[in-house]
C-alpha cells in the first residue's frame, strides 16, 4: 500500500471529485445543458433493498449530479445577488463538516461556539453596528428578517405592557407595521409567519430608484414596527434609514433594516456615504452565503436590544444547560440542533481581513459599473443608477427582453435572471462573487451583446 494513502479512500475520492468541480467552473457553460438536466433520469431509482459500496453511491453523485448543477459558485454567474465560496470557506466547511458539532449549546460545542462569539464580534465592527448587539447565525436573510422581526415583535409590545411570546397575539395592542413599496418579499413572509400579516401593513411610496420617501412616512404612535432595505435587490439602493429613524425613534417606533447583501456597503469605505446612518437602527438582517461569499446556507440576525432576541427565541427545558454564563447559540435562533455556520464566517473574515473584504465589495461594484458602462455602450438602456452591485439592463420590450435573457442564459458564458421593476422587465446583473474578474466582466459583455444580436 502507498504509505501517502489516506486512510479514508471515500473522503479522499469525495475531496479530489470537488477539487475537479471547482476547477472546471471557468470553462464549463454556467447552466447546465440540457442533455446533463435529462441526466438526472440516473438517480431515479427505486429505494434499494440491500446496502452497496458507498463508494459507487459517490460516483453516481458526481457523474449524474455534478453536470445538473448550475455553477453558481463560478466567476460568471450573475443571478440573484449571491455569491460563490472563498476557498477558505469551503475548507473551513468540509473540516467544520468533519467535526459534525451541533452547535446549539456552549458547553458540549465549546469549539464551535466559540468560534461564532469571535466571528459575530467582528462582524459587528466590520458592519459598523453598535459593538453590544445580539446576534444570530441563521439559515438566510429570510431567517434573520423573521429572528430581527420577532424580537421588534416582542420590543413594541414590551414597552406596551404585553408580553407577547407568554400570551400571543390574540388580545395584543395594536402593532403598526410600516414598509417600502418594494419591500423584499422575504420580510412579507415573516410578517406573516409572526401573526403581523402580510398585506395588513401601511406602504409608504418610493421614488424613482425603490427608495422609500421619507416624506411619505405615516405619523407615529403606538407599538410600531418600521421596516425599511439597505439595498433593493433590483437597483442596489438604500432606503433613507437615518431620516427615517430621526423620525420613528422618538414616539418608541423600532426600525428594522433588511440588508441581506447592502448592509455589506459599510464594511467599504468608499461606500460608507450609502450606510450612512444604518447603525441607528434597531434590528439588522444580512446574508454572508451572499456577498461574504461562504457556502450556503448562513444569514446573520443583530438585534440592539439582547432581551428582546433572548425573549422571542430562547427555550427552556429542564435537560438542557440554557442557563450559562457562556453564549448559548440557541438562545438567539429558531433551532436548537443545528450546523456550526459560524466557522466558515470566521475563516472568511480571519483570511480576507477588513482590507480583503472592502477590496472585494469595492471590486464587485466597480464590475457592476464597468457592465453598465459597455452594455450601455453597446446601445442597450441601463434603467438604473449603479450605486452598488446591481444592474438593470432592458433589451427593448417586455417580450424582447425576456427572449434576449433566455438566449444569454442557453449560450451558457454567463447567467442572468430576469425581474420586472417598476413595470419594465429587465435583465438584472448582479456582482458578488470574490471569483469576477474584469476579464469575465468582459467575456460576459461581449456574450450578452453577441446573443442579443443574433435575435429579431
Ligand atoms: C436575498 C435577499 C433576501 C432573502 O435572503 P435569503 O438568504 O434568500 O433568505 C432578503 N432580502 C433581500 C434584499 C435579499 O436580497
Given at each position: 500500500m502507498n504509505p501517502e494513502m489516506p486512510l479514508n479512500p471515500l473522503l479522499a475520492d469525495a475531496s479530489a471529485r470537488a477539487i475537479r468541480y471547482i476547477d472546471g467552473l471557468g470553462t464549463r457553460p454556467v447552466a447546465p445543458t440540457p442533455a446533463a438536466v435529462n441526466g438526472l433520469s440516473a438517480f431515479d431509482e427505486s429505494?434499494?433493498?440491500?446496502?452497496s459500496d458507498p463508494a459507487e453511491t459517490l460516483r453516481l453523485l458526481d457523474d449524474a449530479g455534478s453536470p445538473a448543477t448550475t455553477a453558481m459558485a463560478g466567476p460568471r454567474f450573475f443571478g440573484f445577488v449571491i455569491g460563490g465560496s472563498l476557498p477558505v470557506t469551503l475548507a473551513a466547511n468540509w473540516l467544520a463538516g468533519a467535526w459534525d458539532q451541533n452547535t446549539g449549546?456552549?458547553?458540549?460545542?465549546?469549539?464551535?461556539?466559540?468560534?461564532?462569539?469571535?466571528?459575530?464580534?467582528?462582524l459587528l465592527e466590520l458592519l459598523q453596528l453598535p459593538s453590544d448587539c445580539a446576534g444570530s447565525f441563521v439559515t438566510g436573510a429570510t431567517v434573520a428578517n423573521l429572528c430581527c422581526l420577532a424580537a421588534a415583535r416582542n420590543g413594541v409590545l414590551k414597552r406596551a405592557g404585553w408580553d407577547v411570546e407568554g400570551k400571543g397575539?390574540?388580545?395584543?395592542?395594536?402593532?403598526?407595521?410600516?414598509?417600502?413599496?418594494?419591500?423584499?418579499?422575504?420580510?412579507?413572509?415573516?410578517?406573516?409567519?409572526?401573526?403581523?400579516?402580510?398585506n395588513r401593513v401601511v406602504r409608504v411610496p418610493?421614488?424613482?430608484?425603490?427608495?422609500?420617501?421619507?416624506?411619505?412616512?405615516?405619523?407615529?404612535?403606538?407599538?410600531?414596527?418600521?421596516?425599511?432595505?439597505?439595498?433593493?435587490?433590483?437597483?442596489?439602493?438604500f432606503d433613507p434609514i437615518e431620516v427615517i429613524c430621526k423620525q420613528a425613534h422618538p414616539s418608541g417606533a423600532w426600525v428594522h433594516v433588511d440588508g441581506a447583501f447592502g448592509l455589506w456597503a459599510a464594511a467599504a469605505?468608499?461606500?460608507?456615504?450609502?450606510?450612512?446612518?444604518?447603525?441607528?437602527?434597531?434590528?439588522?438582517?444580512?446574508?454572508?452565503?451572499?456577498?461574504?461569499?461562504?457556502?450556503?446556507?448562513?444569514?446573520?440576525a443583530f438585534v440592539r436590544d439582547h432581551s428582546a432576541l433572548k425573549a422571542a427565541m430562547a427555550i427552556s427545558a429542564e435537560y438542557?444547560?440554557?442557563?450559562?454564563?457562556?453564549?448559548?447559540?440557541?438562545d438567539f435562533t429558531p433551532e436548537l440542533s443545528r450546523r456550526a455556520r459560524g466557522v466558515e464566517v470566521w475563516a472568511a473574515l480571519r483570511s480576507l481581513g477588513k482590507q480583503g473584504i472592502a477590496e472585494m465589495i469595492e471590486r464587485n461594484c466597480a464590475q457592476a459599473r464597468?457592465?453598465?458602462?459597455?452594455?450601455?455602450?453597446?446601445?442597450?438602456?441601463?434603467l438604473n443608477e449603479v450605486v452598488l452591485n446591481q444592474v438593470l439592463v432592458s433589451f427593448g420590450d417586455a417580450a424582447k427582453t425576456a427572449r434576449t435573457i433566455q438566449a444569454i442564459q442557453d449560450e451558457g458564458t454567463c447567467w442572468c435572471g430576469i425581474t420586472v421593476w417598476q413595470g419594465k422587465t429587465a435583465m438584472?446583473?448582479?456582482?458578488?462573487?470574490?471569483?469576477?474578474?474584469?476579464?469575465?466582466?468582459?467575456?460576459?459583455?461581449e456574450a450578452i451583446v453577441n446573443s442579443a444580436k443574433g435575435l429579431p
Open positions: 429505494l434499494p433493498d440491500k446496502p449549546l456552549f458547553r458540549p460545542t465549546p469549539a464551535t461556539s466559540f468560534i461564532e462569539q469571535v466571528a459575530l464580534r467582528w397575539l390574540f388580545g395584543a395592542p395594536s402593532i403598526t407595521v410600516v414598509v417600502g413599496d418594494e419591500i423584499h418579499p422575504s420580510v412579507s413572509k415573516a410578517l406573516g409567519v409572526l401573526g403581523m400579516g402580510r418610493v421614488d424613482g430608484q425603490g427608495r422609500m420617501r421619507a416624506d411619505h412616512l405615516p405619523p407615529m404612535s403606538g407599538p410600531t414596527i418600521v421596516c425599511t432595505q439597505a439595498g433593493n435587490v433590483n437597483t442596489g439602493a469605505p468608499s461606500l460608507r456615504g450609502l450606510a450612512a446612518g444604518l447603525a441607528e437602527a434597531d434590528s439588522w438582517a444580512t446574508d454572508a452565503h451572499k456577498w461574504l461569499n461562504v457556502p450556503y446556507d448562513c444569514g446573520l438542557l444547560p440554557t442557563q450559562s454564563e457562556f453564549r448559548n447559540p440557541s464597468r457592465f453598465a458602462a459597455k452594455l450601455g455602450a453597446a446601445g442597450f438602456e441601463i438584472r446583473i448582479s456582482v458578488s462573487s470574490w471569483a469576477t474578474t474584469d476579464a469575465d466582466v468582459d467575456r460576459s459583455v
